[in-house]
């Protein structure tokens, strides 16, 4: 199983910005957004389901929709309103029977 998220980049503070997570060897399991801001510790974003229902932290919640397209193995996660609270690195995450497997991880940068 490999995961690749991608999409990150900068933007200014308001604005949105849309992370994929596309998943290769991966059939229908539960993927969850991760991020670590600098000096800080991992944080469980979102977690979506095989059947798209999805899970947020507060702190996302009301701004961040997770999406899946089954088709393409890929997730999705559109972050709106972005803060400079936002600012981490994001994610993608998985667990396979009992196997943990992450993605290599995006950067996003939101200027205040």
Known sequence: ???QA????LVQAGEPLKLSCTASGEDGHPIDWYRQ???QELELVATI???SSATY???????FTSSRDNTKNTVYLQMN?????????????TV?????HWGQGTLVTVSS
Not at 58 to 63: A, H, Y
Not at 81 to 93: E, G, I, N, R, W
Not at 96 to 100: A, D, M, Q
């Open 1 to 3: 199983v490999q995961l």
């Open 6 to 9: 991608f999409g990150g980049g």
């Open 37 to 39: 801001a600098p000096g």
């Open 49 to 51: 389901y095989v059947d």
């Open 57 to 63: 932290s507060d702190s996302v919640k009301g701004r």
């Open 81 to 93: 309103s972005l803060k400079p609270a936002d600012t981490a690195v994001y994610y993608c995450h």
């Open 96 to 100: 396979i029977n009992g196997l943990s």
